[in-house]
């Protein structure tokens, strides 16, 4: 078992950069079974989940080649269309294989994706879109079989604009013959990654970033290289991190427009932030004031950065309150900090949390990824030692992140084999 020791009370200043996005490279790498060729990517973080998505890729019959952040696939010869259940199982963004399967084989078989357990997260918006296109679904002994003879372009309207689903029926629907149209799309940066790298491989997608996206069938795709937007998720940890800490940094490889929720919270909390081109300076206050967040699809307060902003006002002046409005289910991670001295409650969607001059060290258990990084922030300013176990959890989706603290001067160290 891994664990992060974490030494608190230091205050982190220095530079760091920020990684390929995670979000970002799943679909791109699910993405590159569809043009029967070679795919080079580059800046992709080695993570747990990039790792997993190689292998369901390996799996299926594509030829991969690692090296640190650039990744060769060969897709040429894939010849299976079934997903097995362990992959599935290992991390929910394994559903967006399904679209690209669909667009490369017209046919597709899983089982229902894991994931962080953060609620229940269902892929009806996904299935609805298929069929949508012209798929057949048969559910059998918990799997989904999808085939179809022909996938037609459509209309399709989303009850959500859930990212996942967006960013399936972008795939599915590449080769379609015809015409298709998102309504009430997601606008994550990250669907605007994807589309940029879909057309650069030969698609032509118009819209990603707005609520409406048109994809225009396409009958043949080509081999692509392709630079992977950075981590906005990680990004603002970083600057969350060294915000609580009373720090200053220097953040280099950001796209500042993908944090401008973030940014207006944190100067709101006091800090002070200046941006030039695609880096951000950011000096904190002597102390955090609180702030009142409500979590929302972008270009909302991303619910992926609600634990990171939770754990920094934990020991801000005076009461916070978030909403959570996107996943039902996302704050299992605050029983553990109040177990370091935290003082939030809960109430169905809604956190309120009352800043406390400290937080003292504790052995905690990271219980999802985001929530698993709110740990380590909250171990930054624990008076004594902070011990978080399961940390397997913050390693699907955060590379290197104990090096970079350590950089800025904290003190934590990753623990292998307990
Ligand atoms: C993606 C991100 C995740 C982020 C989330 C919301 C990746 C790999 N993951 O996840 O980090 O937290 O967007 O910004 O990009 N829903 C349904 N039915 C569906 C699909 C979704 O009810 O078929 C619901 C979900 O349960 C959830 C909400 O819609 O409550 C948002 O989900 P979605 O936008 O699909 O998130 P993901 O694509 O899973």
């Not at 009430?184 to 609520?211: C, H, R, S, W, Y």
């Not at 941006?275 to 951000?280: G, V």
């Not at 990171?308 to 996107?326: D, Q």
Request: include cysteine; charge should be positive; aromatic fraction near 4%.
């Amino acid at each position: 078992m891994k664990t992060y020791i974490v030494e608190g009370g230091r205050k982190l200043e220095g530079s760091t950069y920020v990684s390929g996005s995670k979000n970002a490279s799943l679909p791109i790498i699910a993405a590159s079974i569809l043009n029967g060729g070679i795919t080079k990517l580059y800046n992709v973080p080695n993570i747990h989940d990039t790792k997993i998505m190689l292998k369901i890729l390996e799996y299926l019959g594509c030829k991969t080649k690692r090296n640190n952040g650039k990744i060769v696939i060969d897709s040429k010869n894939i010849k299976l269309h079934e997903i097995p259940e362990e992959l599935m199982r290992e991390m929910r963004s394994s559903v967006i294989i399904v679209g690209a399967l669909l667009g490369r084989l017209k046919q597709a078989t899983f089982s229902y994706p894991g994931g962080c357990d953060i609620g229940s997260r269902p892929i009806d918006l996904h299935l609805k879109a298929f069929e949508k296109l012209g798929v057949e679904l048969e559910e059998e002994s918990g799997f989904i079989r999808c085939k179809s003879d022909n996938i037609i372009g459509t209309q399709i309207q989303l009850d959500f604009p859930s990212v996942g689903a967006t960013e399936n029926i972008m795939l599915a629907s590449i080769l379609a013959k015809g015409e298709t149209v998102i309504a009430n799309a997601a606008m994550e940066p990250e669907i605007v990654d994807l589309q940029n790298f879909l057309n650069k491989m030969g698609a032509n997608i118009k819209g990603a970033g707005t609520n409406n996206i048109t994809i225009n069938g396409v009958t043949k795709l080509k081999d692509v290289s392709y630079n992977i937007m950075p981590d906005r998720i990680e990004a603002g940890t970083l600057l969350c991190a060294v915000a609580l800490t009373g720090g200053k940094l220097e953040l280099k490889n950001v796209v500042p427009e993908h944090l401008t929720p973030v940014i207006h919270k944190l100067e709101e909390c006091g800090c002070i932030i200046k941006i030039e081109k695609d880096t951000l300076y950011l000096q904190a206050p002597k102390k955090l004031k609180a702030t009142d967040i409500k979590t929302m699809p972008y270009p909302g307060f991303p619910t992926d950065m609600q634990s990171i902003f939770a754990s920094m006002l934990s020991t801000a002046k005076g009461t916070s309150i978030i909403v959570e409005n996107i996943f039902e289910n996302r704050y299992k991670y605050v029983t553990e900090l109040n177990r370091m001295g935290a003082k939030i409650t809960i109430e169905g969607r809604t956190a309120v949390i009352k800043g406390v001059r400290k937080l003292s060290g504790a052995n905690v258990k990271a219980t999802d990824l985001r929530g698993g990084a709110a740990l380590i922030l909250a171990g930054l300013v624990a008076k004594g030692k902070t011990t978080i176990m399961n940390i397997e959890y913050i390693l699907r989706g955060y590379e290197n992140i104990e090096k970079k603290l350590r950089n800025l001067g904290a003190k934590i160290i990753l623990k292998e084999g307990e």
